[in-house]
């Protein structure tokens, strides 16, 4: 399992390499870990400017002050006061995706322990990482042998593993290789961290999140409110795009993002951008249209040389950090996210959530009512090629084994 944009062989199961040598830490459940240094330093992403109320979405509102839930504390020789409890796991942390997501989670003040899982090269990974001074402890995990390790007492597992797509490649090209990988690592998650929040990014995530479910579902342990399909980098383009189309100030702009995660399924409500904005129809568009195909501008601008990677692990890690949030007590935790839903005749559909300490607590209904004939009808038209991607997943998920 070759994280994204890591290797040019994929298998499961292939290659085991002896553990690494790693830092000392328990395999129960960190607790706590207490540091004592000043938040700003180690969080640049933060921002006091962006703690607006329940649509503000931020990354910055994430990384806020100390834990208080801990039940464990660890003194150690730096003299650190920040709580940290959480336990993290990224799967496929080598790849394009995976070395700078883990480095965003590496800065949470909210992670106690961040395990970090590939099939090859993670251990320097993990070693850079360790250099930080943040509060989390690093520990790597090499080959199917050593990933049961990884998962036991995780509180999120976040799987970016899988191929990157190429030049002329389409999300569904992907399919057959990273179809694969995401359900052998979620039957480990399901045998090692059942109760974990489980944030699926290998594409195409139309179709692997709900192989995801199918396999916790086989297992007995599915949960839809922790079975996420990570679809943030959409709201975060269309922010960031109908920003500066219209000249607003960035931190400003919210636009929910509904449907699913590839070409037409994903659909801008360019109507219910917070704050109030007007779109001629030309206007409309052309935005819902970049948005949709804003990963292939990034592929073709690579050139062959990658994906989406960066943009991508800002985005997970925004979606990280607010899971994390959640699960600290954050009230006021809102995020666009590909979940089990009731929202359409549909079993799978992205739009705002509201997210606690169980999972998803609510679906934002309202963000499907009133909106434009020209959102309306793409709102159907996405919903066949959807329902096609939903279906692919669960066929692959129920064919017998070879």
């Known amino acids: 399992m070759a994280a994204t944009a890591a290797a040019s062989s994929i298998s499961i199961g292939s290659t085991t390499v002896p553990r690494a040598t790693t830092s000392s830490l328990p395999q129960s459940r960190a607790q706590a870990v207490n540091f004592n240094y000043s938040l700003p330093r180690f969080t640049p992403l933060r921002s006091s400017s962006l703690l607006s109320g329940p649509d503000s979405s931020s990354f910055s509102k994430s990384l806020r002050g100390s834990v208080t839930k801990s039940q464990k504390t660890d003194t150690k020789p730096y003299g650190l006061n920040i709580n940290a409890s959480y336990k993290v796991a990224v799967l496929g942390a080598a790849g394009g995706i995976g070395q700078p997501l883990s480095l965003l989670i590496k800065m949470s003040p909210l992670v106690s322990t961040l395990h970090l899982y590939d099939i090859a090269n993670v251990k320097g990974v993990a070693a850079d990482l360790s250099h930080c001074n943040t509060p989390s402890q690093v520990r790597d995990f090499t080959g199917p042998a050593e990933l049961a390790d990884c998962l036991r007492y995780v509180d999120v597992v976040v799987i970016p593993a899988g191929v990157p797509r190429k030049p002329g490649m389409t999300r569904d090209d992907l399919f057959n290789i990273n179809a694969g990988i995401v359900k052998s690592l979620v039957e480990a998650v399901a045998d090692n961290c059942p109760n974990a929040f489980i944030h699926v990014i290998s594409n195409p995530v139309n179709s692997t999140v709900p192989i995801a479910a199918e396999v916790l579902k086989k297992k007995g342990v599915y949960d839809p409110k922790k079975l996420f399909g990570v679809t943030t980098l959409d709201v975060v383009r269309a922010n960031t795009f109908v920003s500066q189309k219209k000249n607003l100030k960035l931190i400003d702009v919210d636009v929910p993002v509904v449907g699913g995660h590839a070409g037409i399924t994903i659909l801008p409500l360019l109507s219910k951008t917070k704050p109030s904005v007007s779109f001629t129809d030309e206007e409309t568009e052309k935005l819902t249209v970049r948005i949709q195909n804003a990963g292939t501008e990034v592929v073709d601008a690579k050139a062959g040389a990658g994906s989406a990677t960066l943009s991508m692990a800002y985005a997970a890690a925004r979606f990280v950090e607010s899971s994390l949030r959640a699960l600290d007590g954050d009230g006021d935790v809102y995020e666009c996210s590909f979940v089990d839903s009731a929202l359409t005749d549909l079993p799978f559909f992205a739009s705002r959530i509201k997210l606690g300490r169980s999972g998803v ?37 129920n064919k017998p084994a070879n």
């Open 361 to 397: 607590e609510a679906v934002i209904e309202s963000d499907l009512q009133g909106l434009t004939e020209y959102e309306q009808k793409a709102l159907e038209a996405l919903k066949v090629e959807l329902k096609a991607s939903i279906e692919k997943g669960i066929a692959f998920a």
